[in-house]
């Protein structure tokens, strides 16, 4: 077998974060979704074998399927290891179609071209899960995100996620999989790529801001989802959306990894074919029907990218889509940064008066952002108290690059030094 080397310790911890679940899905569909927790197992074991043996013997020529052979031989030996080894076997055997009996082995290549991280994103969505729970086993079998990051998502207790996971994994067991197209469940596969995307764009905590290994992930996922539903504008204006955001990461942080603001961001870092692709798709797609919540963040997007300098920026017009947006229900988020919009056409008097709603919300009045976005428009307004507010927002925030920046924003304004920053947004 021949090997390819793999010196760089980041870019071996991303072929497993992207191996992960292509090794997951194999199994689950090989041997049936009753064996959903022990495939997990059993991938996990492999994925602790790889990384004592790869470094030191180099990356095998097909990675995934290396994965997928010792995981399968993991879980045969933890199936003949139970008292009852000849039913389990038997058991084991039933479950495994006859086409994939026949079919060639893990090491082969699949010329069908099925992804199975994409079959694995829909199991996960089984309708008989509720959304939350949906979203938070995707995030967890499908995008490798931990139960702290998935519980800091759903703004919840880990140890509440972490049975929430549990129980969607038995429910997944019991039910399986129902025959059909997937077409029911777009709206929770787009949800659950979108907070991938989110996750991957801003971390919610560790070190760095950013996890472009879950961006481009979810990015890659969208795609595929969207060759299978080529006509749903819902699904283009979300691969649009995450185009037009990702555009911006290359100038997201600075050379130490410190956060840059949008405003404050050297546009000409921001990666061009990203934004040509995402204005044409959305530019293709809002035309036809009633524009969903994708199209219009896309829309939103759109405008933010293709203004040349933040002065440039066409405010009225985001705080009219915001508008739109906001007839779609109720979300802190797009109630925060349609604030901000508000105040950049009407005054942060305006801006923190939209806020209001948000400080009687019991599950959002103590998250960092809120903080971060009064603060924001208390400087713009020059009112001295926003330093404090900034303080406060760096103490509850969980990712190390934001309580950086907001402590360094209070510490900006409490020594007298002016800051140009015209919009809160990265």
Not at 377 to 384: A, M, S
């Amino acid at each position: 077998m021949s090997v390819d080397r793999l010196p760089d310790p980041g870019g071996f911890e991303g072929l497993l974060r992207d191996l992960a679940p292509q090794a997951l899905g194999a199994l689950v569909r090989r041997y049936g979704r009753g064996q959903f927790d022990a495939c997990e197992d059993a991938v996990q074991e492999a994925l602790l074998a790889a990384a004592t043996q790869w470094p030191a013997e180099g990356v095998p020529e097909n990675p995934r399927g290396w994965l997928v052979t010792v995981a399968g031989r993991r879980l045969t030996d933890a199936v003949r290891s139970e008292a009852a080894r000849r039913r389990r076997e038997d058991a084991l055997a039933l479950a495994t179609p006859q086409s994939a009996l026949l079919s060639p082995g893990p090491d082969a290549a699949d010329a069908s071209g099925r992804d199975d991280s994409l079959h694995l994103l829909f199991l996960c969505c089984h309708p008989d899960l509720s959304a939350p729970s949906r979203i938070a086993l995707t995030l967890r079998s499908v995008g490798g995100l931990g139960t702290a990051q998935i519980a800091a998502a759903f703004l919840v207790p880990e140890a509440t996620m972490a049975q929430r996971i549990s129980r969607a994994k038995q429910t997944v067991r019991a039910s399986g999989l129902p025959d059909g197209p997937f077409s029911g469940r777009l709206a929770e596969v787009r949800q659950v790529l979108y907070l991938i995307f989110n996750e991957g764009y801003t971390a919610s905590t560790g070190d760095d801001l950013t996890v472009p290994e879950l961006s481009t992930e979810a990015i890659r996922l969208t795609r595929l989802l969207l060759s299978l539903v080529p006509d749903d504008a819902e699904t283009a204006g979300l691969l649009a959306l995450m185009l037009l955001t990702d555009a911006r990461r290359p100038a997201r942080t600075g050379p130490g990894g410190e956060l840059v603001t949008l405003a404050e961001q050297d546009r000409s870092l921001w990666d061009a074919s990203l934004i040509e692709e995402g204005v044409a798709l959305i530019t293709r797609t809002l035309p036809h029907g009633r524009p969903g919540p994708y199209q219009l963040q896309a829309a939103i997007a759109a405008v933010h990218d293709e203004a040349p300098d933040a002065e440039s920026t066409d405010w009225p017009q985001i705080l009219g889509l915001y508008g739109l947006l906001a007839r779609y229900g109720e979300n802190p988020f797009i109630t925060l940064n349609r604030a901000v919009a508000l105040a950049m056409v009407r005054g942060p008097e305006a801006g923190l008066a939209a806020l209001a709603p948000l400080e009687a919300d019991k599950r959002f009045a103590r998250h960092h952002r809120l903080f971060a976005t009064r603060a924001h428009l208390l400087e713009l307004l020059g009112d001295p108290a926003a330093a404090e507010v900034y303080r406060e927002a760096a103490r509850r925030a969980t990712s190390a690059p934001e309580r950086r920046h907001l402590t360094e924003r209070a510490r900006r304004l409490e020594a007298g030094v002016p800051d140009d920053n015209t919009g809160g947004s990265t």
